[in-house]
């Protein structure tokens, strides 16, 4: 008997998928970002964050600074479903919400997004 319960368990093993890093899941974003401010030099400095919501349920928040590699604000999968909002002059903020459900790879507290421009890297920095 005991050895059936363990062939059992060994069989349910290898039978369930298990989640390996760097295996794509799916994520919905609910509100980015874009956050442009002038300098007094002149030049322009971007920030780009989101709020998003993990294959868990849990909620993340997410960054990028420009300049960091494959950094770019996310555009919408379906621009039509979403809305987007922009304010401010020297700090000006542009919110967009409702972007959809996109797929990405997390790597600790990295994930990198696939969106209708390619591939994004962004650092989890905590949840909202």
Same mark, same amino acid.
């Given at each position: 008997?005991?050895?059936?319960?363990?062939?059992?368990?060994?069989?349910?093993?290898?039978?369930?998928?298990?989640?390996?890093?760097? @295996?794509?899941?799916? %994520?919905?974003?609910?509100?980015?970002?874009?956050?442009?401010?002038?300098?007094?030099?002149?030049?322009?400095?971007?920030?780009?964050?989101?709020?998003?919501?993990?294959?868990?349920?849990?909620?993340?928040? %997410? %960054?990028?600074?420009?300049?960091?590699? @494959?950094?770019?604000?996310?555009?919408?999968?379906?621009?039509?479903?979403?809305?987007?909002?922009?304010?401010?002059?020297?700090?000006?903020?542009?919110?967009?919400?409702?972007?959809?459900?996109?797929?990405?790879?997390? @790597?600790?507290?990295?994930?990198?997004?696939?969106?209708?421009?390619?591939?994004?890297?962004?650092? %989890?920095?905590?949840?909202?």
């Amino acid at each position: 008997m005991r050895n059936a319960l363990a062939l059992g368990a060994c069989c349910l093993f290898f039978a369930v998928p298990h989640a390996v890093g760097g @295996d794509k899941i799916k %994520i919905e974003i609910v509100e980015a970002t874009t956050t442009i401010q002038t300098l007094n030099s002149g030049q322009l400095h971007f920030m780009f964050d989101a709020k998003v919501v993990l294959p868990d349920g849990s909620h993340a928040t %997410i %960054i990028c600074l420009a300049g960091d590699n @494959d950094c770019a604000g996310i555009e919408p999968m379906a621009a039509e479903k979403s809305s987007r909002t922009c304010t401010g002059d020297r700090i000006m903020i542009c919110t967009t919400r409702d972007l959809g459900t996109y797929p990405a790879k997390r @790597d600790r507290n990295y994930l990198t997004i696939y969106g209708p421009r390619g591939k994004l890297k962004y650092h %989890i920095t905590g949840s909202w």
